[in-house]
């Protein structure tokens, strides 16, 4: 994969790309050095090589240590296959860049015109446009900086999931001003939108329609910022939502449309696939088979492509063996050596170099990698076979299955449909790794162009690729190339490192497991593949039957994906109509969405349970996830919460919980007052029994019982249990609430729990337990300087225009006092620095 990336570097006259290798950084410094890269005078490639990275922002971290980047560069992922000018964008980065030293980045993304489009890659599904009847909350509940939020209901033509990406832009600058992934494969979503966007312009632009390809032109100051902010791990969720959600510090991102060229990112197989086809079909061009810009894998022994093209998008190397009965269909590729027996059939589909077809076998949809033996009879639909694989007589792969190196299907034997072989024993409690990580690579260079097609590496091994631009203005530009892996424990430079490769031959300390398949299960595995006999020692391995057959070779992987998700990222074509299942539920989901938008979901309503109730159960999270799926504002209050009681229970001290909760908050694009407010909530709880589905981990942090507020005892304990939880956590409610807005905010989330509204309602009556000593916590609000007396009566204010029914607390005879009494205080101050004046002036 990493080839197309190069070549398109090259073609854009980059004169020098560093590559960051992580996981398997000895193969690609390999590949690299035998690759016409080493000798090439117009573009200079170095790997930097740092096996401990474990993300993108770690990555840039040690490049900004080593100095490497002075001027403007170029961020790509490693696994991008482009063929635009780069030209434009960086002049209109560089110009931006003259008028305001703050632009730091431009963003490409393309949009996207069809609903396919999306699903095809692997994004998305369908089309999204903005319901033009959006619901306005009004006062301060739930916005950013104290000012009123839009929710808008996104809608897209046809039903299907969403899409993964909204981004609101301003319609004359092309700044970017929020960068949205929405959660994949739900068939509905909510869009909130800060009014505090309009503060400065009068309209911006909402925009689904936009898929990230994943280049970017940066300037210094990115670099930085990844060093200033060891939150920064991942580019977009992380920096760019960070970058947008403090706005205050300058910095502005902006995007550049790409309109009539090719960019996309082959980041799971479903985009490996349609990229795959993409190329076969001459839209990037000229990265096309007969084009023969690729050199085929890093050995100088596999020379040259020699593909010629033919009508109907066909693409054969010139020694190709075809039988006289056998005529390619239309969108193939077929290397070099490759022999297709009497009666077989290729459709939509890339065969290697020295493949072996027999009679009868059909190919459709389908990548077939170099050395592979497919006897007669076989059938493959929408299947991957990699490198040195043997397909026995008759034997059916199904669509979506792959087939790793080296594996044997038996006779007559069926893989079903998204199964997944190959000669490592699967790792069961490794870490969230991919399946492809973990993976054994037989060939010589990963990640790099091997097996004789547009689609030729074993898919998902990309990394992260930038490039960077030069000061000055007759010199051309400079790469930078990114490939970042999370594998291994030393950190080495391209000169420092050892040429020899252990890393496969331990388990690290993660838990995963880099090993190759043991050298017995590799005999073994040939042996089946040629039909000898076993010997002794081979005999004793036990491969899964029910994977390959009785006498076949490979293990079982279960993914890690769910079942949606693996038939969304799979690399057989996606179904392009819901099921009549998934149209009900999207109707569903669609329904309890409206519901949210008017005063509470019906989950909402009916999940609460009592606010004593038992919740130390550990609760179903299937269950509790469609409970909040309808309102991001529930899932944002349970994120601040947990991870609040979390720090609690490890005993985590204040900065620490800072750094924790300021983590989230930039995660999530909110402001200090949103995570103060459940803050607050949450120490309300902790005088109370567990709330409704609270997690078995933290149940021992909550009272068995609740007070009984009903007498004065009663609520004696309550509120020394709430003034102990203060005095501990005061100066962290201190530092999140910044203005007095912030802390008005705080205010009206304490009447909303004390009511049990809004995204309060779920948990019963709990919160009401604190209603009749509202007056209580305002003055323990208040004695602990978490509250000003400013605030206090700014609240009190507000709330004078309001319904009756939302002045019960501020109306309420305890509270009308108190009020009462800071007003008089206010009033003796100002009469005091009255008299104080008028002596002086006297």
């Known amino acids: 994969m990493i080839e197309y990336a190069l070549e398109w570097l090259a073609m854009n006259n980059v004169e020098e790309t560093f590559v960051f290798c992580c996981a398997h950084a000895d193969l690609i410094k390999r590949y690299l050095a035998d690759s016409k890269w080493a000798h090439s005078r117009d573009m200079k490639v170095t790997p930097i090589v740092s096996t401990n990275c474990l993300s993108a922002g770690e990555a840039l971290r040690l490049i900004d240590q080593r100095d490497l980047i002075k001027g403007d560069f170029v961020l790509c992922s490693a696994d991008v296959v482009s063929n635009m000018k780069l030209g434009p964008m960086l002049e209109a980065h560089r110009a931006r860049r003259a008028a305001d030293k703050n632009a730091i980045m431009t963003l490409a993304m393309k949009p996207v015109h069809h609903p396919s489009q999306r699903l095809r890659l692997g994004d998305s599904d369908l089309v999204v446009v903005l319901d033009p009847t959006t619901h306005v909350r009004g006062g301060r509940g739930g916005g950013a900086g104290g000012g009123a939020c839009v929710y808008g209901r996104v809608t897209w033509a046809g039903g299907g999931h969403g899409p993964d990406l909204v981004v609101v832009l301003d319609p004359t600058t092309h700044r970017l001003l929020k960068y949205t992934e929405l959660e994949s494969g739900r068939p509905a979503q909510l869009a909130k939108l800060d009014c505090a966007l309009f503060s400065e312009r009068d309209e911006v632009q909402i925009r689904a329609d936009l898929m990230d390809t994943h280049i970017a032109i940066c300037a210094p100051e990115v670099l930085l910022l990844f060093s200033d902010n060891f939150d920064y791990q991942n580019l977009r969720r992380d920096f760019v939502s960070g970058v947008l959600s403090e706005e205050e510090l300058g910095n502005k991102l902006h995007v550049y449309e790409v309109a009539h060229e090719y960019a996309a990112r082959v980041h799971n197989l479903r985009s490996y696939d349609a990229v795959s086809r993409d190329l076969l079909q001459r839209w990037a061009f000229p990265f096309t088979p007969d084009t023969n810009v690729m050199s085929l894998g890093g050995s100088p022994a596999w020379g040259q492509t020699s593909y010629r093209y033919?009508?109907?998008?066909?693409?054969?190397?010139?020694?190709?063996?075809?039988?006289?009965?056998?005529?390619?269909?239309?969108?193939?590729?077929?290397?070099?050596?490759?022999?297709?027996?009497?009666?077989?059939?290729?459709?939509?589909?890339?065969?290697?170099?020295?493949?072996?077809?027999?009679?009868?076998?059909?190919?459709?949809?389908?990548?077939?990698?170099?050395?592979?033996?497919?006897?007669?009879?076989?059938?493959?639909?929408?299947?991957?076979?990699?490198?040195?694989?043997?397909?026995?007589?008759?034997?059916?792969?199904?669509?979506?299955?792959?087939?790793?190196?080296?594996?044997?299907?038996?006779?007559?034997?069926?893989?079903?449909?998204?199964?997944?072989?190959?000669?490592?024993?699967?790792?069961?409690?490794?870490?969230?790794?991919?399946?492809?990580?973990?993976?054994?690579?037989?060939?010589?260079?990963?990640g790099a162009a091997a097996g004789g097609g547009p689609g030729a590496p074993e898919p998902g091994r990309g990394g992260r690729t930038g490039g960077g631009g030069a000061k000055g203005g007759a010199r051309r530009p400079r790469a930078r190339a990114v490939?970042?892996?999370?594998?291994?424990?030393?950190?080495?430079?391209?000169?420092?490192?050892?040429?020899?490769?252990?890393?496969?031959?331990?388990?690290?300390?993660?838990g995963k497991s880099l090993e190759r398949p043991s050298t017995t299960a590799l005999k073994a595995a040939e042996a089946l593949a040629?039909?000898?006999?076993?010997?002794?020692?081979?005999?004793?391995?036990?491969?899964?039957?029910?994977?390959?057959?009785?006498?076949?070779?490979?293990?079982?992987?279960?993914?890690?994906?769910?079942?949606?998700?693996?038939?969304?990222?799979?690399?057989?074509?996606?179904?392009?109509?819901?099921s009549a299942a998934e149209e009900a539920a999207a109707g569903d989901e669609a329904a309890a969405l409206a519901l949210g938008l008017t005063g509470g979901s019906a989950e909402a309503r009916g999940g609460g349970g009592e606010g004593g109730g038992g919740g130390g159960s550990g609760a179903d999270s299937e269950a509790d996830s469609d409970e909040v799926g309808a309102d991001p504002e529930r899932v944002w209050r349970r994120e601040v919460e947990e991870t609040f009681l979390r720090c609690i229970k490890m005993r985590f001290d204040v900065s620490n919980v800072v750094i924790e909760l300021n983590g989230l908050k930039i995660a999530e694009d909110r402001t200090f007052a949103d995570c103060a407010r459940y803050m607050l909530t949450a120490l309300l709880a902790l005088g109370?029994?567990?709330?409704?589905?609270?997690?078995?981990?933290?149940?021992?942090?909550?009272?068995?019982?609740?007070?009984?507020?009903?007498?004065?005892?009663?609520?004696?304990?309550?509120?020394?249990?709430?003034?102990?939880?203060?005095?501990?956590?005061?100066?962290?409610?201190?530092?999140?609430?910044?203005?007095?807005?912030?802390?008005?905010?705080?205010?009206?989330t304490l009447e909303e729990y004390c009511s049990c509204e809004g995204v309060f309602e779920a948990d019963g009556s709990g919160g009401a337990a604190y209603a009749p000593i509202f007056a209580h916590i305002l003055r323990q609000l208040y004695d602990s300087d978490v509250v000003s007396e400013e605030a206090l009566l700014t609240w009190a204010d507000e709330k004078k225009a309001a319904d009756a029914e939302e002045r019960c607390y501020v109306e309420a005879a305890d509270v009308a006092r108190f009020l009462e009494w800071l007003r008089e205080d206010d009033e003796e101050d100002d009469t005091e620095g009255e008299g104080e004046g008028e002596e002086e002036d006297d």
């Open 310 to 446: 033919s009508r109907g998008h066909r693409y054969l190397e010139a020694t190709v063996s075809l039988a006289r009965s056998v005529l390619p269909g239309e969108d193939v590729c077929i290397g070099a050596g490759t022999s297709i027996g009497e009666g077989s059939r290729v459709v939509q589909s890339v065969i290697g170099r020295n493949v072996r077809i027999g009679r009868n076998v059909d190919i459709v949809g389908s990548y077939v990698q170099d050395g592979v033996t497919i006897m007669d009879s076989a059938v493959l639909r929408s299947a991957l076979v990699c490198e040195g694989a043997v397909i026995r007589t008759g034997a059916n792969v199904g669509p979506g299955a792959i087939v790793s190196y080296g594996c044997v299907v038996d006779v007559r034997h069926t893989v079903p449909p998204n199964t997944r072989i190959s000669l490592c024993q699967q790792v069961f409690g490794a870490n969230d790794d991919s399946d492809d990580e973990l993976e054994y690579s037989a060939a010589g260079g990963a």
């Open 483 to 510: 490939d970042s892996e999370d594998d291994g424990d030393s950190e080495e430079t391209e000169e420092e490192e050892d040429d020899d490769d252990d890393s496969y031959d331990r388990a690290d300390q993660m």
């Open 530 to 578: 040629v039909g000898r006999q076993l010997q002794a020692e081979e005999a004793a391995v036990r491969f899964e039957a029910s994977a390959v057959g009785p006498n076949g070779a490979g293990y079982r992987w279960d993914p890690r994906e769910g079942p949606s998700d693996l038939d969304r990222f799979s690399i057989a074509p996606p179904a392009l109509a819901l």
């Open 688 to 748: 109370l029994p567990p709330p409704h589905r609270t997690p078995a981990d933290y149940v021992p942090l909550f009272k068995t019982v609740a007070p009984d507020t009903s007498t004065s005892e009663g609520k004696l304990a309550l509120l020394r249990s709430f003034k102990q939880l203060l005095s501990d956590w005061r100066d962290l409610l201190q530092r999140f609430l910044k203005s007095e807005d912030d802390q008005v905010e705080l205010l009206l």
